[in-house]
């Protein structure tokens, strides 16, 4: 079983920026992709952005291309999503998943992935 927490949610003003941490914890030994999803008031979870297990491949939604990054350091267990430009509709919950099925692949389907964090709110508001 792989844990997963994030941390680092907030109120942020619109144009700020905020970086969230995902820490994994428990069965870390394996290989992983990872990504980030969110989830609005009243709409759908959604992709963010995603990583590889070995850092090659990134994908990133159109709606945070040029203003996210996502990266990790596999030797702290750990994960990032620096947000950058941040703007009202980046209002949601934020979560970390990672997938075993796929490690040098990083997929969009929110069924490929064995595990979740619990979720982090950011609101960008003024």
């Known amino acids: 079983q792989l844990q997963l927490v994030e941390s680092g949610g907030g109120l942020v003003q619109p144009g700020g920026s905020l970086t969230l941490s995902c820490a994994a914890s428990?069965?870390?030994?394996?290989?992983?992709?990872i990504s980030w999803f969110r989830q609005a008031p009243g709409k759908e979870r959604e992709f963010v952005a995603g990583l590889s297990w070995s850092g090659a491949i990134t994908n990133y939604a159109a709606s945070v291309r040029g203003r996210f990054t996502i990266s990790r350091d596999n030797a702290k267990n750990t994960m990032y999503l620096s947000m950058h430009d941040l703007k009202p509709e980046d209002t949601a919950v934020y979560s970390c998943?990672?997938?075993?099925?796929?490690?040098?692949?990083?997929?969009?389907?929110?069924?490929?992935?064995?595990?979740w964090g619990q979720g982090a709110q950011v609101t960008v508001s003024s």
């Open positions: 428990g069965f870390t030994e394996g290989s992983y992709a």
């Open positions: 998943a990672a997938s075993t099925r796929h490690t040098n692949y990083v997929s969009r389907a929110t069924a490929d992935y064995d595990y």
